[in-house]
């Protein structure tokens, strides 16, 4: 391809400076869709070429006729070769427009399998990977079939929703129904999960021509639902190398990944290893680097920036060369973030060589551990968080309603 390549990056929330740095370096012409409320926020500006922005609609969504008229107003003068979508909910949004514009990449098919719960789910299942007990809200006859098969308690979801959002926690039928009617006519929205207790894992990954050449395990020593509806502390560990915890949660992401049709992308798999059996089971994924600053717990334990790698990969794709990962490291890193009282935290007390990243957010507290023994970092995040829950921590009301 001779031409310089024009990389049309999209993102609703702030965040993946590192992938529009990366992608300028690679010699391409780089352009950001975001909400205009993000306008002013500290993005790479001087990666980027051309800043395009949307509004908010007043239930929170972004209304995709007006995108697809700017974007073809656009496409007049300025062709678009790849669309890149950096957060979860730009996902659809991403498949939408390639599939419009005819512009190669993941269409709106494989797309669901990595934004709608009930898709992968159904999709997992189907493909033989352990998923807990699950069902849609359509039908009446269905749920009563689900509830008699699959003992409470029980979590209601939000099909299209990131994180912990919405998500609520059900101890017996009537409590169930009650929630499901009160959803109304959005039920079909959500879906409905028998609650297995276990210890979550996250993958994060990057797939290059439909394999999996990057895979980093890591365990949640407090998992997203637990801080975003108790207020607790986010952490997060590299899991043992060469570990059966490791060999099982990369076989798992392996298989899925496969099943659900991931090309080129980065990707974050969540999975949950069930207390009463042992198993592991697929809880969710999607495909762009995983939220919550994980990029950089990963990075400093394996020395690879998952926001860096993908906008070179996507490069090589795009142009058709090769696409080669450099040299992986094995340190373990551990990550700790929590809201704190202070809008700007004093973090002098924490002051130990092992830190290697410091969050700069207002009212947050966030430190990235590295060291050569996963005690040592085990070590330095419990002392942390008794320190941050003694002198900084807040928590915030998790919120009932999505924002998107």
């Known amino acids: 391809m001779s031409h310089t390549l024009t990389f049309l990056c999209i993102s609703t929330f702030f965040k993946g400076n590192d992938f529009l740095k990366a992608c300028k370096s690679a010699g391409n012409t780089v352009f950001l869709l975001t909400a205009k409320k993000l306008e002013h926020k500290p993005w790479a500006r001087e990666s980027v070429d051309e800043f395009f922005y949307i509004e908010e609609q007043e239930n929170g969504s972004y209304n995709m006729d007006d995108i697809i008229t700017g974007l073809a107003y656009v496409m007049r003068s300025r062709p678009v070769d790849r669309i890149v979508a950096l957060d979860d909910f730009d996902v659809e949004k991403a498949a939408h427009l390639r599939e419009y514009f005819r512009i190669p990449g993941m269409g709106q098919t494989t797309a669901r399998y990595f934004r709608d719960k009930l898709a992968m789910r159904t999709k997992a299942a189907e493909s033989g990977i352990l998923v807990p007990g699950f069902s849609a809200l359509f039908n009446d006859e269905q749920i009563n079939t689900f509830i008699e098969k699959y003992p409470g308690p029980w979590m209601i ?41 276990g210890d979550v894992y996250h993958v994060d990954s990057i797939s290059y021509n439909s394999r999996v050449i990057f895979l980093w395990s890591s365990k949640y020593l407090s998992p997203p639902f637990d801080v975003a509806h108790g207020g607790g502390i986010f952490r997060s560990v590299t899991v043992p190398f060469d570990s059966s915890e490791e060999h099982a949660l990369e076989t798992l992401a392996v298989d899925l990944l496969k099943a659900f049709g991931l ?63 450099p040299p992986v490291r094995k340190d373990y890193s551990g990550i700790i973030i929590s809201l704190t009282k202070q809008e700007y935290p004093d973090l002098s007390p924490f002051s130990d060589p092992e830190i290697v990243w410091r969050m700069d957010e207002p009212y947050h507290i966030g430190l990235v551990v590295r060291a050569k023994s996963r005690e040592r970092v085990m070590e330095l995040l419990d002392n942390y968080a008794g320190i941050i829950q003694k002198k900084y921590h807040a928590s915030a009301p998790a919120q009932k309603k999505p924002t998107h």
């Open 157 to 197: 979801k939000p099909r299209s929703e990131a994180s912990a959002t919405g998500i609520k926690k059900m101890h017996n039928a009537e409590e169930l129904w009650e929630t499901i009617h009160s959803l109304g006519d959005n039920r079909h929205a959500y879906l409905v999960e028998q609650f297995k207790p």
């Open 263 to 325: 090309r080129h992308s980065a990707s974050h798999t969540e999975v949950i290893r069930c207390h009463d059996d042992g198993k592991y089971y697929f809880l969710e994924t999607s495909s762009r680097v995983g939220g919550a600053h994980l990029s950089e717990m990963v990075d400093a334990s394996s020395g690879i920036n998952l926001w860096r790698e993908w906008a070179k990969m996507e490069t090589a794709e795009a142009r058709g060369e090769g696409y080669k990962l």
